[in-house]
């Protein structure tokens, strides 16, 4: 990991305090210095188009048209645009974390090379925020400082930048409460966003995206904010920033300017070159008016049929004739904005200088946001912060333990002292079926907490926190105690209550059997977690799952009649259940004697009612089934990993693969040349210019 930070968090606010100074667009011309250019990164894209395809044979919607641009160590740019113009899908396609339904053409070059940028190679501060609701403001800060700030630090120099960087933020005041969760109020939204900002710049990443980071907060907020990002760009950092109509105090904070509307380039230069563009174009800003706000309102084509309409009232009538802006609509306006830029000296200072920097070469920035820190001290920070969530979230484990009480007495009373009748050997095998069944079923109470735990697994890895590797021996390190509690409570209680068969390590095997299989299931869930979009998909995938597990364990269906094919072989080998059930009968049942049918008919063995009644062998110990489930954790825990590995290593070769397809197809397909890309804005050129020489398709 590629991080610099100042030995004092506060020290770097005055330090860079003087970057002001150096002017609006003094980077472009300023010389970096050596250190700079050490940790630079001259990012370029060329011809960057986005299209979603259609499933039918409708026209392809292009979300964004052969984009152009760069920007540079030091330099904080601006990607500005009504909505849906494209930004968040300018900075997700530079980020390489575009969604899997669109298709990107186009290079993208990181010091002079070309690559995806993804996992570790981006500090992105994304729309959502996606933080543990159930730490501190603090603690948030403090757990992501220990998680990527150098072990060449010391604590006392961790602990500035952690005080320096909330005090960037203007978290202090907040600094010491919770962040609050859909359970627990928290912070505010503008809060919530300066600390998701807050989490990234504490390690001046070279390369740094953000979007929409000011959206939410006040004025006063938003310009320390862009100031603050400004002054990490100072530092010698690579900032690109999307913003939502900026107060003109917080637009000229920033150096360059990307202009998007409907995906198309309507200008890309410096930030104080717009306004001149803007007039020689023929739509000068007004005196007293905001640039940005002037911008947006030309080539905001969103409220064009609304205006029409409004032209048509008589409230609007008078004033028609003083504004040229209100003659003509947006989307001309755009479309003559978009053509004039094309031809303007700001264009080709833009393209000179992308021909200049996209031959710039620097240090390998491919990795630079992956943290340096050493996989010790990242797994036990991980634990602890897992730990801490577990015990403050009511959902995680709490709510859980509390079921399992009131179960357990449940099933101790219902079964109390079960004894040693004829029907008993029936109670027996219901009561170890219920509690390995059942009892491990309510694991997907956890469900929610599960999924916001992937949520942020998702966005630290794809920032570089930490590997998935760590993630996933904290995760279950973290969880252990809780298990054990579950596991130990459930089976005390119903050990004694129903008086299963005496002895210690009986009592041992009963507990250690119900925790494996808890733990077993939790591993499950993970995996499901890991697969699915959302809360919803999870929570029902995972009761499948679930189900399919009860139904195969032996219970319900004996194993010997299970289906050979499938079901019993592989299903009820690879299910934790069948061996679970297995495992309790033998422990219960070896060495008890029940009574007959009628008084005084012949006693049955316990180890009859396994292979006769329950038609399970008994050709292995118990021990070996107790080892089948924590061979299976260890296998489940395993695929976790494996899936996380595949979806990160894998997912992008199909998603490389269905993109060169779907291109291939699009090709072939008269529609994707006839039509505009979206109704939503159509402008007035022509459909050739559209559409025309420059179109991906070679
Ligand atoms: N994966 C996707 N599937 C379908 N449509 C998409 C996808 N990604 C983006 N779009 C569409 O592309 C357009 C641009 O979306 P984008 O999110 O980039 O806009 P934006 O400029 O960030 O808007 P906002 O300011 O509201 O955040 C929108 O019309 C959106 O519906
Ligand atoms: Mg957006």
């Given at each position: 990991m590629e991080i610099e930070v100042g030995k004092s968090g506060g020290g770097r606010m005055a330090e860079h305090g003087g970057g002001d100074d150096d002017g609006g667009g003094g980077g472009i011309s300023m010389g970096p210095s050596t250190s700079m250019k050490e940790r630079a990164s001259y990012l370029v894209w060329q011809d960057l188009r986005v299209m979603l395809p259609s499933t039918g044979d409708g026209p392809t919607k292009k979300l964004l048209h052969g984009l152009n641009g760069f920007a540079e160590p030091g330099r904080l740019m601006a990607i500005m645009g009504p909505s849906g113009s494209g930004k968040s899908t300018l900075l997700d396609a530079l980020a390489g974390r575009l969604a899997k339904n669109v298709v990107m053409t186009g290079n993208i070059l990181l010091n002079g090379e070309k690559k995806k940028l993804s996992y570790g190679a981006v500090a992105y501060v994304t729309q959502e925020d996606v933080l543990m609701g159930t730490l501190s403001v603090r603690e948030t800060i403090t757990y992501s400082a220990h998680l990527r700030l150098p072990t060449t630090m010391t604590n006392e120099e961790i602990q500035d930048t952690i005080d320096g960087t909330i005090m960037e933020m203007g978290l202090a005041d907040c600094a010491d409460r919770l962040v609050g969760n859909w359970h627990l109020r928290g912070i505010s939204g503008g809060e919530k966003k300066r600390l998701s900002i807050a989490l990234e710049i504490l390690v001046r990443p070279r390369l740094l995206f953000l979007d929409e980071p000011t959206s939410g907060l006040d004025s006063a907020s938003a310009f320390f904010v862009a100031h603050a990002l400004r002054s990490v760009a100072r530092d010698g950092r690579t900032v690109i920033s999307s913003?939502?109509?900026?107060?003109?105090?917080?637009?000229?904070?920033?150096?360059?300017?990307?202009?998007?509307?409907?995906?198309?380039?309507?200008?890309?230069?410096?930030?104080?070159?717009?306004?001149?563009?803007?007039?020689?174009?023929?739509?000068?800003?007004?005196?007293?008016?905001?640039?940005?706000?002037?911008?947006?309102?030309?080539?905001?084509?969103?409220?064009?049929?609304?205006?029409?309409?409004?032209?048509?009232?008589?409230?609007?009538?008078?004033?028609?004739?003083?504004?040229?802006l209100k003659n003509l609509a947006s989307s001309e306006i755009k479309a003559t904005l978009v053509e004039k830029y094309k031809w303007s000296k700001q264009a080709a200072k833009a393209r000179s200088k992308m021909k200049h920097i996209s031959t710039i070469r620097g240090p390998d920035a491919g990795t630079s946001t992956v943290s340096q820190v050493g996989w010790w001290k990242q797994l036990t920070t991980l634990t602890r912060r897992s730990f801490v969530n577990m015990s403050r979230d009511m959902g995680y484990y709490w709510l859980r333990i509390i079921i399992y009480l009131a179960v357990s007495i449940c099933v101790g009373t219902i079964f109390f002292d079960v004894g040693l009748s004829y029907t008993a050997m029936i109670a027996r095998g219901a009561c170890g079926g219920f509690i390995t069944g059942f009892m491990t079923f309510m694991s997907i109470g956890s469900f929610p907490s599960f999924i916001e735990d992937m949520k942020i697994f998702t966005r630290e890895r794809l920032n570089g926190y930490y590997g998935c590797a760590v993630f996933i021996l904290s995760n279950f390190l973290s969880s252990f105690p809780f298990l054990v509690a579950v596991s130990f409570l459930t089976g005390t209680i119903t050990w004694n209550m129903v008086k299963f068969n005496h002895g210690f390590s009986r009592y041992a095997f009963y507990c250690l059997n119900l925790f494996g299989s808890i733990a077993v299931i939790e591993s499950c869930m993970m995996i499901v977690a890991s697969l699915v979009p959302n809360f919803m998909f999870g929570l029902v995938t995972g009761a499948g799952v679930l189900g399919i597990m009860m139904m195969t364990s032996g219970f319900f269906r004996q194993l010997p009649d299970l289906p050979k094919p499938f079901w019993r072989y592989p299903i009820s080998y690879i299910n934790y259940g069948s061996w679970a059930i297995q495992g309790g009968y033998k422990n219960d049942l070896i060495g008890l004697v029940f009574d007959g049918l009628a008084p005084g008919d012949p006693k049955i063995k316990g180890a009859d009612v396994i292979t006769k009644l329950f038609r399970l062998p008994l050709s292995h110990s118990k021990w070996w089934d107790l080892f089948a489930i924590y061979a299976l954790l260890v296998s489940y825990r395993t695929i976790f990993f494996l899936v996380l590995k595949l979806k990160e290593k894998a997912l992008p070769i199909f998603q490389s693969m269905y993109a060169k397809r779907t291109i291939h197809r699009l090709k072939r397909r008269a529609s994707f040349t006839k039509f505009p890309s979206s109704r939503r804005y159509q402008s007035l050129r022509t459909l050739a210019s559209q559409e025309g020489l420059n179109s991906p398709i070679p």
């Open positions: 913003i939502h109509q900026p107060s003109s105090e917080v637009f000229a904070l920033f150096d360059d300017l990307f202009l998007l509307s409907g995906g198309e380039t309507v200008y890309f230069g410096e930030a104080k070159d717009a306004i001149e563009f803007f007039a020689e174009s023929g739509f000068p800003c007004p005196i007293k008016r905001n640039p940005s706000d002037h911008f947006l309102r030309c080539i905001n084509s969103d409220f064009d049929v609304v205006t029409a309409t409004l032209k048509g009232s008589s409230r609007i009538y008078e004033e028609r004739e003083e504004d040229p």
